[in-house]
């Protein structure tokens, strides 16, 4: 049974659109993100009372549940438009960036998450680790990868800030 707790809405409406952003990232069509979502958010309103970490809990469910379209499809739909969510603080402008989004686009999709869960949703290691299911060593493998990856993409410039978070990590 679904929740009727003002918590939960205020959560949803609180956490909302940057998890929407975080879903778009990992997809890279608005349409699926939202479906992402609310898939999420109807798996975490039905656990709401038993659920610690909300944030978590609904990064895992988009995540897994798009490791697990990635698997039944095998190719990614892509979108050159990021949608407004309203989040006045600096990590829309940097998302916004086209250059930055084509490259994100082609890379494999572990990569591509573990750089949107540790860079665009500022999670750290461990906390990316928890959401992809796998152990911090292979946070900071792909993230390298993925960052080595896009240096070579984009050019040096663009991944200064990328590269000294990694390194004080």
């Known amino acids: 049974m679904l929740t009727a707790d003002p918590a939960y809405s ?13 879903a778009y990232l990992l997809c890279g069509d608005a349409d699926l993100a939202e479906d992402l979502l609310q898939e999420a958010l109807i798996a975490l309103a039905e656990k709401w009372e038993g659920v610690d970490n909300p944030d978590g809990f609904v990064r895992r469910v988009i ?4 490791v697990s ?21 600096g990590a829309e402008q940097r998302a916004r960036d086209d250059e930055v989004h084509a490259a994100l686009r082609t890379l494999p999709p572990r990569q591509r998450a573990a750089l949107v869960l540790r860079y665009f949703e500022d999670l750290t290691e461990a906390q990316t680790a928890e959401v992809m299911g796998i152990r911090p060593g292979t946070v900071k493998s792909l993230s390298h ?20 978070k990694e390194s004080l990590a």
Request: no cysteine; proline share 5%.
């Open 10 to 22: 205020e959560f949803v409406q609180a956490r909302g659109p940057r998890l929407r952003r975080a």
């Open 145 to 164: 990868h993925a960052i080595a990856r896009l240096r070579d993409e984009l050019g040096s410039q663009v991944l200064a800030g990328a590269e000294e």
């Open 69 to 89: 379209w990635w698997r039944k499809v095998r190719r990614e739909v892509t979108s050159d438009r990021l949608p407004d969510t309203g989040i006045p603080d």
């Open 63 to 66: 995540y897994r549940r798009r």
